[in-house]
Nanobody
Framework: QVQLVESGGGLVQAGGSLRLSCAAS????????MGWLRQAPGNEREFVAA????????HYADSVKGRFTISRDNAKNTVYLQMNSLKPEDTAVYYC???????????????WGQGTQVTVSS
């Protein structure tokens, strides 16, 4: 029902920046909270950031506060993750996610993207 298409992943050096995009299908995009989660090899999936449908509520994992910024453009049905001051420990597959409730986006969202690889070199 909701399809999420991610782009923007790649290889960057430590200290660099990268912007991930997630384009969503559907005409009710603005009613969905959106988020980003990531999973590094051998690690558990972890929450990164989430934003409510209106953009009025934003959540960040402590590990990315001050470095990452989540935003959305409801006119374009797109959510972004601007990643600055990247560290090697940010290396992971990043997944876009959607749910009607921002709290659920952090844990068990209804919809997922395909994932995009972010690799930060030393």
């Amino acid at each position: 029902q909701v399809q999420l298409v991610e782009s923007g992943g790649g290889l960057v050096q430590a200290g660099g920046s990268l912007r991930l995009s997630c384009a969503a299908s559907g005409r009710t995009f603005s009613t969905y909270a959106m988020g980003w989660l990531r999973q590094a090899p051998g690690n558990e999936r972890e929450f990164v950031a989430a934003i409510s449908g209106s953009g009025g509520s934003i959540h960040y994992a402590d590990s990315v506060k001050g470095r990452f910024t989540i935003s959305r453009d409801n006119a374009k049905n797109t959510v972004y993750l601007q990643m600055n001051s990247l560290k090697p420990e940010d290396t992971a597959v990043y997944y876009c996610a959607a749910d009607r409730r921002i709290v659920v986006v952090r844990t068990n969202p209804d919809y997922w993207g395909q994932g995009t690889q972010v690799t930060v070199s030393s």
